[in-house]
């Protein structure tokens, strides 16, 4: 349902004091006042609808697909003023507020975002790709609300995995002391929204909330809100009680003395556990406590299935998080054969191989086991590989403690992720020179997900850490080998980068048994004389196509792979500035990173005050929109053509230039 869907992801939602939400309140805005009505049967079939249309609208995006069945109701929700939202993937928010026509066109190039995003509409009132945020959001709206004297509400959404962040509790406790009106709804459906399965099925997050949330009597002397919360105990039957409700509560830490709840003791009131599949009852709890005079956070607790309503996402939430395209009648995904596998995929056999000869070799990872390829790791190695939850800040001051111990920790973190964890890499990490390994996937460009997972910086945040060594793969072989690398590497920090997608073919090591490589050293894949190219990561690929184009033109190129961002291969950098007119440095990372590192080098040494002609090229300076790969790489400027094209440029041939582009 409706309701579900959009409360399996952090929310905030704003709407008018004189109107209803649409989270459960009737719509009462202009020409929509006389066509929805607060009434219960069609509530419930309007979410059926809801629910039909989305899933419609996902089919050749390869997220879902089924017949548009006619919604004459749906039709007329188009623009509801009051509707506002912050959500990891809102598609029936999205759906509600005038965007149902372009659901085709999500997470494609020039469509609609497969997140909330402020430019795109007057109804997402914060963007969101990241866990964790909605009651900060919610809160600095509430408190922006009472600043200026407005009367609306704030309704904060968030998954009991969110919950598992230090985020989610500094802005609970910051709304308990602040007092400001705001709700807050804990949607609690056993599963961090996030692929979190193991090779066995799915798992529930680690340290979940939810098995420990249970309904108990406030200590807040707030007496309208213990009406209503009384009211809400009699429309709950015990079954729901002991669905939510789990054994060890004391343990866990959840109930006080006073037994009050964490989320009182924090300051929030507290009702709960309340079906969320039944619509009545959520319409009856929410007007209630909207319409309740009082002042201060209140946190309602709602219970869902996640994947309800469709028995193949019921069975198996892990696998429908994200899907391809698949058959509704059977839920079989059609999913491509690539030649090859993903290089999350070769990073996890490159590090099972090494903590197979390496017993001290252990893995971490923020609720992201299928993300990162590590579920491959814990199944095979149980008791080595930990899932901290989504709590980047602790994966890595944790992993520092295993390094204290002598163990060799491998924290596997998205690039983007690990941007929520930079104080900790710097202060517990880098500054203690502890032999912590970053594998950071999601590198550089990243498709359908767009700017809030693009792994752009972190070339650029790392390289400038004293004791860090930063290291990024051409290829799968080149991983296999960095992966070993970083297990050597025992006296100090060490990161590699390595992209989403799929591994170009490269022949890998025997065994999956990779070779340390020597630190600080590149390699020659051609030799030129004239321009060197010299990249660094996966877009060595594209430099090896440029010179192929560049070789068309009578240009004999050289073309190198850095491998090390530092530290840098200076006697390699020296070769190629002494031997050719032009070096192109190219990178899929931002200004700050590779490029200006060696940019640093050549002005030291004296090699810019000559006749050197180097010239950078990065992501460009503004963030690049969701879409698909080959048109973001066309976007930032570093395809095959681009490079040769800029080398045709330096050399003021721009007549070849543009027939190369074209």
Request: charged share 20%; hydrophobic share 40%.
């Amino acid at each position: 349902m409706a309701t579900t869907m959009a409360m399996a992801s952090p929310a905030v939602i704003q709407s008018n004091a004189n109107q209803l939400s649409s989270m459960g309140f009737s719509f009462s805005s202009g020409s929509l006042r006389h066509q929805i009505k607060p009434i219960k049967l069609e509530s419930m079939k309007l979410g059926r609808r809801v629910g039909q249309a989305y899933a419609s609208a996902l089919s050749d995006q390869g997220e879902y697909y089924s017949e548009k069945p006619p919604t004459p109701l749906l039709d007329t929700i188009n623009y509801p003023i009051h509707m506002k939202n912050l959500s990891i993937r809102a598609y029936p928010h999205k759906i509600l507020t005038g965007r149902r026509h372009k659901m085709p066109t999500l997470r494609q190039t020039n469509g609609l975002s497969g997140f909330t995003k402020r430019s795109e509409s007057e109804y997402d009132c914060f963007g969101a790709g990241h866990s964790s945020t909605s009651i900060s959001a919610g809160l600095g709206m509430a408190v922006g609300r009472d600043l200026k004297g407005k009367n609306n509400h704030v309704i904060s959404v968030i998954g009991d995995g969110a919950m598992t962040a230090g985020q989610a509790f500094e802005a609970m406790n910051n709304a308990g002391y602040l007092d400001s009106n705001m709700i807050v709804i804990l949607n609690d459906n056993k599963q961090v929204s996030l692929p979190t399965a193991n090779l066995d099925g799915p798992i529930p997050p680690v340290g979940a909330l939810s098995s420990a949330l249970s309904k108990l009597q406030s200590s807040k002397p707030l007496r309208e809100l213990r009406e209503v919360a009384k009211g809400v105990t009699k429309q709950l039957g015990a079954p729901m009680h002991e669905l939510a409700a789990k054994v060890d509560v004391y343990a866990r830490g959840m109930i006080s003395g006073s037994r009050s709840t964490l989320f009182e003791e924090l300051g929030l009131y507290y009702i709960g556990p309340v079906d969320g599949h039944n619509i009545d009852d959520l319409l009856t709890i929410l007007r209630d406590v909207k319409a309740t005079h009082t002042t201060g956070p209140v946190l309602i607790h709602v219970v869902t299935e996640k994947g309800r309503g469709y028995p193949y996402a019921e069975r198996a939430a892990d696998k429908y998080h994200g899907v391809a395209k698949f058959d509704p009648a059977t839920g079989k995904q059609f999913k491509g054969k690539a030649p090859t596998q993903t290089y999350t995929t070769y990073f996890a056999e490159a590090l099972i191989s090494e903590a197979e000869a390496d017993k001290n070799i252990v893995a971490i990872h923020a609720a992201m086991g299928g993300g990162t390829g590590l579920n491959m790791f814990s199944k095979r190695f149980p008791t080595r590989c930990f899932d901290v939850g989504i709590a980047e800040q602790h994966a890595v001051t944790f992993a520092a403690g295993l390094a204290c111990e002598g163990l060799k920790p491998f924290c596997a973190i998205y690039s983007s992720f690990l941007q929520r964890a930079y104080d900790q890499v710097i202060h517990d990490v880098d500054l203690q020179k502890l032999p912590v390994r970053f594998a950071m996937d999601r590198a550089g460009l990243v498709g359908a997900d767009g700017p809030t997972h693009c792994g752009a910086f972190d070339v650029t945040y790392l390289a400038c850490l004293p004791n860090m060594v930063v290291m990024a793969p051409s290829n799968e072989s080149e991983l296999f080998h960095m992966v070993a690398t970083a297990v050597a590497i025992d006296d100090r920090p060490s990161c590699f980068r390595f992209p989403r997608g799929n591994g170009v073919g490269a022949q890998l090591p025997p065994g999956n048994k990779g070779v340390p490589l020597e630190i600080g050293k590149g390699r020659i894949l051609v030799e030129g004389d004239r321009v060197a190219l010299l990249g660094y990561g996966t877009v060595v690929q594209n430099c090896l196509a440029a010179s192929a184009l560049l070789e068309e033109q009578d240009l004999s190129v050289t073309v190198a792979d850095a491998r090390f961002c530092k530290p840098l291969d200076r006697d390699l950098i020296r070769s190629l500035a002494r031997e050719h007119e032009v070096l192109i440095t190219v990178e899929e990372g931002t200004i700050g990173g590779f490029g200006s590192h060696v940019a640093h080098f050549l002005t030291l040494d004296g090699f810019l005050d000559g006749k050197l002609k180097w010239r950078p090229m990065v992501l460009p300076d503004h963030y690049i929109e969701h879409g698909a790969p080959n048109d973001q790489m066309v976007e930032a400027g570093l395809t095959a053509s681009h490079i040769a094209a800029s080398v045709l440029n330096v050399l003021g041939r721009t007549r070849e230039a543009l027939q190369v582009m074209s």
